[in-house]
Each structure stands twice: as C-alpha cells, then as structure tokens.
C-alpha cells in the first residue's frame, strides 16, 4: 500500500538542488516481504503542462496537498495529490488510485 506524503501547503518547497538529489538518489528499497519503499514517476508533467525541471518526475518544488476519497465500489482510495500553479492561483491534481488490501496482507 503506498504511502502518500505531501506538504502543508503553507510550506515554501526546498532549493531544487535538494529536489534533485533525493530525486536522484531514490532507490527501490525492501524493508520485509511485504514492503517496498520506492518513489512513484508521478509528475511526468509539470502544472504548466511542460516537461518538469530537470526531468524530476518523482518530486515537484511546488507548494502541495493531498486529498482522499474512497471507492465504495472496490474499496480502493483514490489520493490526489494538489499542487500549486506557478502563478499561486489554484492548483491540478495528480491523482493516484491505491487498489484494495488484498485479505492476509494485512499485516501489522
């Protein structure tokens, strides 16, 4: 099950150097038999609708906040996660659907 973390959207975001080095050092790590941490290609583009800066696909320097909503239907969450435009007026929403947990997984 992914973990989803986003910013107050109060925060300014990091230097994009910092941007760029946790970007690039992201590996796929397994912590258990149950758990990968890895860092999801999200922002393939940018809120201008450009590619993002420095091709950084995994973080965005923007101000953020997420959102969640559940699927009765399937029992699934779909998590949007909201960042600001460059001009501080709204913000687009990349979402991203966490599928159900599958029954013995549940692992505590």
């Known amino acids: 099950m992914p973990q ?3 910013s107050a959207i109060m925060n300014v975001p990091p230097p994009n150097m910092v941007i760029r080095s946790v970007h690039y050092g992201a590996n796929t ?7 990968d941490e890895k ?4 922002f393939e583009v940018d809120v201008n ?7 950084n696909t995994k973080m965005l320097a923007r101000r953020n906040f997420s ?3 559940e699927d009765l ?14 001009n501080n007026q ?12 599958a029954p013995g997984n549940n692992v505590v």
């Open 4 to 6: 989803i973390i986003s």
């Open 29 to 35: 790590y397994e912590l258990d038999r149950f758990t």
């Open 39 to 42: 860092m999801y290609r999200l």
């Open 49 to 55: 609708g450009r590619a993002p800066p420095n091709n």
């Open 67 to 69: 959102s969640y909503v």
């Open 73 to 86: 239907t399937n029992h699934t969450m779909i998590v949007n996660i909201h960042v600001q435009n460059e």
């Open 90 to 101: 709204g913000t687009k929403a990349y979402p991203v659907n966490v599928p159900a947990l």
